[in-house]
């Protein structure tokens, strides 16, 4: 179906079965040594077996001293290693998948607490803008020493099996740092011209090609342009211009494909783009280098679908495309692809979930990064065979948010009879609101996804359905599932709360009260607050954000918040933080400013509540005494986000 995408293709005289590429991407699925165990080699072989052409290693440590970016980061550092990686490339060699290592080194961009405690290492004495750690300067000899740590790592993977080898050069890692002068201050043979910081990257690639052969495949990840000039950078950094140049510098000596990137971590969300991004958000920079270069070109692009992956091969944008987070979400992409099921593919909704659990998950070794779609992702082993033992038993399902459909389509799949019980005349449940706001579209993949795989599973879906304990009896069910969602929190104990100028974000989202041209103060600054006053400045309001806490947007992941943020600094928004919200009155609201201990009158016509969200839950107690299986998911137990919504059915309805 999409002939371009499967044609095979060739990394210099390696040839590969398809044009699709799994790019690396960080899981924390590695033994406590750092070696490849079983767990890693399941997450592989999926994707293996789901057709990719190329799979990429996560970023793989060739430095245990000071080159840590997480516990459970594989490594390549010690010839150990060795033995249990070419376990894992010759499993992935019986499906016909290529395999390569990425070798890294975070330099700056790491954590003091996972490197013996002692300062980052760096080209200069510049700590990360993110991780703000204590940086010092690599010597001369330590830098000489990091280059044969990168072509020993190139070493050992080609002594376990793998098909090529991938330098890690993107995204403010240590051979990104070299090659900028935003990070490079070095007045040594590593830095001061361009020559020179370009001698770092250049002496691990001519090393390896000895060590290893001329013609043992080298793929650099690049960040071809760091887009430091979004945040108001002055200095002279790595521009396109100048990370073209180091495009050609590579071509000339003798790297064989060029993985194209951008951003650092000062800039991160121009790396792992949000949900607000659309596909082909880095065509531009792409093509620039594309037209640079002779060697073959492999770029992610926030492509989630193969019609747009087959466009970029079409356009002669690509060689090969990069799937990162699309694979994570389904490891079956590719096959789906070739097979012309697209309708099937899991498709990544963009949420970064898998960002967020990497920084809250993987670094501090609480667990593999997380999913919020596909709940199995780094998690195969735990979720291996689905126990098709349901015999046709009934499962009453109340509620078809994500959770109800979720926990239906892995019951239907173990053989039960789900039947999803929904009150309302559409399925989805939060998502019919989550969608509303500016660019949140991609949010609805989900429920299309489910709805599909429902509707090939012969789930019986009852819409308009208001269900209680008589109407459960009747239905002798083996098994209920309650996940009837939640609900907006209004305090009634807000004096003036009731007053018909007062809505939930809800209310204002979905167009049952509609405000436009109004002055309007939004309570709460959480998440879901941030997008709906995004929403209510593009219907023309004046809008007002109070908060309670000290600052706006506190406990948000950073990369929503700085998304939000951006997107709201178009418009001109007072920010009101240690502000309580304590009456709604004739002409707006009483604050109480907690700051600076005063009472405040505050004129606005309209008042939208975001103070969060309660569960449904009055059906369990009742349930839980007239039926054996109860089974209470998704916000009902517990108000979270789709992430939580699915894995809680997922995990449910896999273990009943």
């Known amino acids: 179906m999409y002939a371009k995408l499967f044609e095979s293709g060739k990394i210099g005289k390696l040839q590969l079965k398809n044009r699709i590429v799994m790019a690396a991407l960080a899981v924390g699925a590695?033994?406590?040594?750092?070696?490849?165990?079983?767990?890693?080699?399941?997450?592989?072989?999926?994707?293996?077996?789901?057709?990719?052409?190329?799979?990429?290693?996560?970023?793989?440590?060739?430095?245990?001293?000071?080159?840590?970016?997480?516990?459970?980061?594989?490594?390549?550092?010690?010839?150990?290693?060795?033995?249990?990686?070419?376990?894992?490339?010759?499993?992935?060699?019986?499906?016909?998948?290529?395999?390569?290592?990425?070798?890294h080194h975070p330099g700056r961009e790491t954590y003091s607490n996972?490197?013996?405690?002692?300062?980052?290492?760096?080209?200069?004495?510049?700590?990360?803008?993110?991780?703000?750690?204590?940086?010092?300067?690599?010597?001369?000899?330590?830098v000489e020493a990091l280059i044969r740590d990168f072509i020993n790592g190139a070493k050992r993977a080609k002594a376990a099996g793998a098909d090529g080898?991938?330098?890690?050069?993107?995204?403010?890692?240590?051979?990104?740092?070299?090659?900028?002068?935003?990070?490079?201050?070095?007045?040594?043979?590593?830095?001061?011209?361009?020559?020179?910081?370009?001698?770092?990257?250049?002496?691990?690639?001519?090393?390896?090609?000895?060590?290893?052969?001329?013609?043992?495949?080298?793929?650099?990840?690049?960040?071809?342009d760091e887009l430091l000039k979004l945040n108001g950078v002055k200095e002279e950094y790595l521009d396109l211009e100048a990370g073209i140049k180091v495009c050609k510098e590579l071509e000339k000596i003798g790297v064989d494909v060029i993985n194209v990137s951008n951003g650092i971590y000062e800039t991160f969300n121009s790396l792992s783009e949000p949900m607000t991004y659309p596909q082909g958000v880095r065509t531009p920079l792409?093509?620039?280098?594309?037209?640079?270069?002779?060697?073959?070109?492999?770029?992610?692009?926030?492509?989630?679908?193969?019609?747009?992956?087959?466009?970029?091969?079409?356009?002669?944008?690509?060689?090969?495309?990069?799937?990162?987070?699309?694979?994570?979400?389904?490891?079956?992409?590719?096959?789906?692809?070739?097979?012309?099921?697209?309708?099937?593919?899991?498709?990544?909704?963009?949420?970064?979930?898998?960002?967020?659990?990497?920084?809250?998950?993987?670094?501090?070794?609480?667990?593999?990064?997380?999913?919020?779609v596909?709940?199995?992702?780094?998690?195969?082993?735990?979720?291996?065979?689905?126990?098709?033992?349901?015999?046709?038993?009934?499962?009453?399902?109340?509620?078809?948010?994500?959770?109800?459909?979720?926990?239906?389509?892995?019951?239907?799949?173990?053989?039960?009879?789900?039947?999803?019980?929904?009150?309302?005349?559409?399925?989805?449940?939060?998502?019919?609101?989550?969608?509303?706001?500016?660019?949140?579209?991609?949010?609805?993949?989900?429920?299309?996804?489910?709805?599909t795989q429902l509707g090939k599973l012969g789930v019986e879906i009852k819409l308009n359905t208001?269900?209680?304990?008589?109407?459960?009896?009747?239905?002798?069910?083996?098994?209920?599932?309650?996940?009837?969602?939640g609900s907006p929190i209004v305090p009634k104990v807000i004096e003036g709360v009731s007053r018909p100028n007062v809505c939930t974000i809800d209310d204002a989202l979905t167009g049952k009260i509609i405000i436009k041209g109004k002055k309007v103060a939004l309570i709460g600054s959480g998440a879901s607050g941030l997008e709906t006053a995004e929403f209510l400045c593009e219907n023309k309001n004046d809008v007002s954000i109070i908060e309670m806490q000290d600052a706006i947007g506190k406990g948000i992941y950073v990369q929503h918040y700085l998304d939000a943020m951006d997107k709201l600094s178009k418009f001109k928004i007072n920010y009101m933080p240690s502000n309580k919200l304590l009456a709604v009155t004739d002409t707006g609201i009483k604050l109480e400013n907690t700051a600076e201990n005063k009472i405040i009158d505050y004129a606005v016509d309209y008042v939208v509540l975001s103070l969060g969200v309660r569960s449904n839950n009055e059906l369990v107690e009742a349930c839980k005494a007239n039926f054996e299986n109860v089974r209470?998911?998704?916000?009902?137990?517990?108000?979270?986000?789709?992430?939580?919504?699915?894995?809680?059915a997922f995990d449910a309805a896999f273990k009943l």
């Open 30 to 103: 590695a033994n406590p040594d750092q070696t490849i165990g079983e767990d890693m080699i399941e997450y592989y072989l999926e994707r293996a077996k789901g057709g990719a052409g190329l799979i990429i290693a996560e970023n793989t440590r060739v430095n245990d001293k000071h080159g840590v970016a997480a516990k459970r980061q594989v490594s390549v550092a010690r010839d150990e290693h060795i033995a249990p990686l070419k376990k894992l490339v010759d499993v992935l060699h019986k499906e016909g998948t290529k395999f390569f290592i990425q070798l």
């Open 114 to 142: 996972l490197n013996g405690n002692k300062p980052v290492v760096a080209p200069s004495a510049i700590p990360c803008g993110v991780c703000r750690e204590e940086t010092r300067a690599l010597e001369t000899s330590e």
């Open 165 to 224: 080898v991938e330098l890690h050069g993107a995204h403010g890692y240590m051979i990104s740092q070299f090659l900028s002068p935003y990070t490079n201050k070095r007045t040594d043979k590593y830095g001061g011209s361009f020559e020179k910081r370009f001698n770092f990257v250049k002496e691990i690639v001519l090393g390896i090609k000895e060590a290893c052969g001329q013609d043992y495949p080298i793929s650099v990840r690049l960040t071809v």
């Open 286 to 372: 792409i093509k620039a280098v594309k037209e640079a270069v002779s060697i073959p070109i492999i770029a992610v692009n926030m492509i989630k679908e193969p019609w747009f992956a087959e466009k970029m091969i079409e356009d002669n944008l690509v060689d090969f495309v990069g799937l990162g987070r699309a694979m994570v979400a389904d490891p079956e992409w590719p096959k789906k692809a070739f097979e012309g099921r697209d309708e099937d593919i899991n498709r990544c909704i963009s949420c970064t979930f898998c960002f967020e659990t990497l920084l809250s998950q993987v670094i501090p070794d609480l667990g593999p990064i997380k999913c919020a």
């Open 374 to 451: 596909n709940p199995r992702a780094a998690h195969e082993l735990q979720y291996k065979e689905f126990n098709k033992n349901g015999a046709g038993r009934v499962v009453a399902v109340v509620g078809a948010g994500v959770a109800g459909l979720e926990a239906a389509r892995v019951l239907a799949i173990r053989g039960f009879k789900p039947v999803v019980l929904e009150k309302t005349n559409k399925i989805g449940g939060q998502i019919n609101i989550a969608d509303k706001p500016p660019r949140k579209e991609k949010i609805d993949w989900i429920v299309e996804y489910e709805k």
């Open 466 to 485: 208001k269900v209680n304990l008589e109407y459960l009896k009747t239905m002798k069910p083996y098994a209920v599932f309650i996940a009837t969602g």
């Open 632 to 648: 209470v998911i998704g916000d009902a137990a517990a108000v979270g986000r789709i992430e939580s919504s699915v894995r809680t």
